[in-house]
């Protein structure tokens, strides 16, 4: 009987051993699973408030003066804005499905007016008088209200990179068809204002109030 009572122990013993060994296992489980959602909602976190961060900067910023040319008539026809890529950004694509370029004027608002990236500049278009006959020539740029862009020590593609700077030019009608007295063209003490905006982070925007005692197709800087 005694020899009867102690294996009887010893089976209980076994089982409780197996049923801790269970919920031991489970209880592991279960904290893995706590842990990796943990991991992984910290994670997602970490990524919105990047993308967060990423879209609050502008992708572009500009490097250099703003540069104005008048016409005949002492309005600002003509305005040239040096840009690059912001500290940290990656490579940004400045075709025309890309971008959108509007102009905010006294007694106008032009809502993307952005033509795409001029592809066949060359040295001699350095010279902004000799870049702006071959876009008026090219596309009718001296007609209409529009804006393009040229990137200078780029390797022939639409895409702005860090090494490279890119130029948009902006052209302002002195007449609209269809309002008699109505003008795009800015004049002294005038205010314009200009937003850049890319497929990624926050809009460029430029504020600039046109000087006193313009002169006749001239370039002024616009500060």
Known sequence: MARLLKSRKGVVGVEA????IAFIIVAAALS????????????KTKETMQEGVD????????DGMIVGKTNNQ???????????LSVGKAALDLKKEAIVISVYLPNATLL??????????????????????????LYGMNKTDMAMSIIYNGN?????????????????????????GIRHTIVDYETVTIEVK??????????????GGLLENSYVGLR
Request: hydrophobic share 50%; glycine share 6%.
């Open 198 to 211: 890319g497929a990624r982070g926050a809009v460029l925007t430029v504020v600039r109030t046109i000087p």
């Open 156 to 180: 022939n593609n639409t895409v702005l990179e860090s090494t490279e700077k890119a130029f948009i030019i902006i052209h302002l009608n002195s007449t609209v068809a269809g309002f008699p």
């Open 112 to 137: 993307n007016i952005y033509n795409g990236v001029y592809m066949n500049g060359t040295e001699v278009e350095a010279d902004c008088d000799v870049l702006i006959a071959n876009l008026s020539r």
């Open 17 to 20: 051993a197996i049923v801790l």
């Open 55 to 62: 879209e609050s900067q502008s992708a572009l910023q500009l």
């Open 74 to 84: 002492r309005q600002v026809e003509w305005i040239i804005l040096p840009v690059k």
């Open 32 to 43: 893995y699973v706590v842990v990796n959602m943990g991991l992984f909602i910290t994670q």
